[in-house]
């Protein structure tokens, strides 16, 4: 019979300065400093005094290089980085929970600049007065949608509550009932509508909204004609929707303005690149539209931000408004946004330049030679216990883009052995699910049907190393 491992009383447990006065904290003291180290230091001793108390401190714990190996491991813990890198196995390209579009090179290497050197954020270098930050892609954007002027704010929710209230507070804005939408996080355009300070007109039904219903509804009080891109969801059947071109002829007998929130929003014709068809800013301006605001960080492949592009007056107008400042970009921002918009001079390079387009492209077919290298590498980390084998499998794009498309992908499919359908496969997939996400660069996949799917779509071949050989740490 083992022999039970000796007890430390209360007694045992040494005092907090004689810990610091030895040469086993000495190291930390110098990398961390004295006043966190010896918080850190008491907050352990607390708990080995109730552990004391209740019998169950082992004498091993209060020895001086045992603590000061404690203290050492939660001060690393403290100071892990919130926000750390993973791979992305979803299979959304977009996911805006893990942070949507990946940033070009060029753009990271202008983000760094900005942080490490004054810039001429808003500063006129020409004339050495105060500038104006839109100035920096202002023209950028006008070059590659067709409008008159641009501004941008922090996103896109930023952008259609800064609109709405600089064109519409305490007037009416006439939106079809198909298009009041609700997207992530609990944006919904009534409530944006409502924040605005501006009143909601809803004209048409669900599935169907006709010209004549914008032309009712106009009145003294209108102030625009809104159309919302459906970036979520798909209304599919009986259905009749009235485009920008026919709203916008509707709208110009009044002078009213007519503004589209695109959402996702794309600058190029994706279908040359064999992905479905998204409307394009430049197209939608094209239409008549007044204004149109769209995100940064999804299609576009850039940063965070609300982009907001049409007539110059109205653009002179809303940044006039209060609310502008309130939710304006900051340097790093505009210094990622510049270099985004650069690529698309050259679009014929745009799928090598841009990450989220490359991602997207990827062929089927190379996914699967992937999955095929991978497999064989995996399955002695999993032992007997899971199956691992290639599959193919549909990717999407995220982020409210392109709803009802699919991508064909190809992954790795991973079961419970025998089988995966008896008793218990369940679980036992949710904890190597967790246990993929315990790892240095932890994965994220799904789980469905009995099946871990890992989406190979955002690995691309040059992570297959690291993320092949941290899985022989891993234990599920």
Known sequence: MPAMPALAGPADIPSVDRLLGGPELQPLLASHGRTRVTATLRGLLDGCRAQAVAGRLAAAAVAPQALADATRAALERADAPRLRAVFNLTGTVLHTNLGRA?????????VARALTAPANLEFDLASGAR?????LIEDLLCELTGAEAA?????NAAAVLLMLNALAQRREVVVSRGELVEIGGAFRIPDIMQRAGARLVEVGTTNRTHPHDYADAIGPRTALLMKVHCSNYQVTGFTRSVEVAEVAALAAPHGLPVVVDLGSGTLVDLTRWGLPPETTVRETIEAGASLVTFSGDKLLGGPQAGLIVGRADLIRKIKKNPLKRALRVGKLTLAALE?????????ELLA????????????????????LRLCPLLQPALGDAYLVADAPMFSQVGSGAQPGSQLPSHGLAITVAAGGRRAGAGRRLQQLEAALRALPRPVVGRIADQTLWLDLRCLEEADEAAFAAQWQALRP
């Open 102 to 110: 990946l940033l070009p090179d060029s753009a990271v290497q202008a």
């Open 352 to 371: 090598d330049s841009l990450p989220t387009l490359r991602l997207l492209t990827r062929a089927a077919p190379d996914l699967h030679a992937q999955a």
């Open 151 to 155: 501004t941008v704010v922090n996103n």
């Open 339 to 347: 270099p985004v918009l650069r690529l698309y001079r050259t679009p």
């Open 131 to 135: 500038g104006d930050r839109d100035d």
